[in-house]
């Protein structure tokens, strides 16, 4: 059974460019094992990360982020069984905030900002999927 999970948090301390690189790296290595695959999105101390694959491996992956210090505020936005996939390109991807038109970010919230705490799930994921079409996503699967 496949399933979608997306969730917000807060980065407990500054995220600086190598450690975001570092978490995307070490996503990159586990998650094929895994078979989860998805895009993660950081700006501003917020982390809005999008899961797929089997729901025992989604789930326990989110577990350890919950439990992560890195984290504060986890947030369950959206969960659901799904038939495919729409993020099966990237083991992990990544949101390119700097390529990233703020317009696009207006359409869906109040502000030209990344605040998926002040939006629906259901909105977010839409702008996952305006960000996918529009190759925002950078990264190798």
Known sequence: MLVRLLYASRAAADVDQEE????????KA?????????????SQGI???????GREAVNALYNRIAADPRHRG???LCYEEIGERRF???????????RLNPALLLKYSERPTLD????SGQ???ALF?????TASIVGQP
């Open 30 to 42: 586990n998650n094929p094992a895994l078979g989860v695959t998805g895009v993660l999105c950081f």
């Open 20 to 27: 975001l690189v570092a978490i995307l790296r070490k996503s």
């Open 129 to 133: 999927e305006e960000l996918m079409a």
């Open 47 to 53: 982390f809005l990360q999008l899961l797929e694959g």
């Open 88 to 98: 099966a390109g990237w083991s992990m991807g990544q949101v390119n905030m700097s």
């Open 74 to 76: 986890v947030t369950l």
């Open 123 to 125: 909105v977010s994921l």
């Open 116 to 119: 998926p705490f002040a939006v």
